[in-house]
């Protein structure tokens, strides 16, 4: 099964609205992240001097790493989802906690609920 698939058959699985809100909300979020560094060129960015103040930030977030990243966060909700559907986790608090953390990172986006916050 690959990620695409297993990522529909999380989301249309049912459990706790709330979670799996929370969850859908952030692989999309992912999802949008992903395609976007996906689209960037070069397999290594490197400091710019001419990016000023912003370049080792520029540099420390190449499109490679945001993909790394997404990717992490990817396992970690699918643990998450994995818990709230029927598959004990003994680690589900810790997982919820870091699933609620990861959104706030998206607070300012339309979409993103404040219920969510821990």
Not at 2 to 30: C, H, Y
Not at 37 to 49: L, N, S
Request: hydrophobic content about 40%; glycine content about 6%.
């Amino acid at each position: 099964m690959n990620e695409a698939e297993l990522t529909t058959r999380i989301i249309d699985a049912s459990g706790p609205p709330a979670v799996d809100d929370l969850t859908t909300f952030l692989r999309k979020r992912i999802a949008e992240d992903k395609a976007i560094a996906a689209e960037c060129t070069g397999p290594d960015w490197q400091v710019d001097p001419g990016d000023g103040d912003n370049a080792e930030h520029i540099a420390r977030h190449d499109p490679a790493r945001v993909l790394r990243e997404a990717d992490a966060k990817l396992v970690v909700l699918n643990e998450l989802d994995l818990a709230v559907h029927g598959q004990p986790r003994p680690y589900i608090d810790a997982l919820l906690f870091a699933v609620q953390q990861m959104g706030t990172v998206y607070a300012t986006h339309p979409d993103y609920n404040e219920n969510w916050r821990p």
